[in-house]
């Protein structure tokens, strides 16, 4: 069974859609189902990640505030 510890290394290439085999895949989305520390860890760098423009530039203050509000409220969930 995966640790936290390696879900958290593996967490964006998940969400990134970068190349897991299906075995380490596979393995991550059991252990999200049972842990849902890692299930949360794993939503709010979603969150994050979509939230961020490609520009780090353009992430002005208005638009800062707005991701971390998104991330406080996905907290809750
Ligand atoms: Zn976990």
Not at 4 to 17: F, P, S, T
Not at 22 to 35: G, V
Request: aromatic share 2%.
């Amino acid at each position: 069974m995966l640790k936290c510890k390696h879900v958290v290394e593996k967490a964006d290439a998940l969400v990134d859609g970068a190349p897991l085999s299906k075995r380490e895949r596979f393995a991550l989305r059991l252990h999200l189902l049972i842990c849902h520390h890692c299930r949360r860890y794993v939503r709010q760098l979603r969150v994050l990640l979509n939230s961020l423009p490609r520009n780090p530039d353009a992430l002005d203050d208005a638009r800062t505030r707005e991701v971390l509000e998104r991330l406080d409220s996905s907290q809750d969930r």
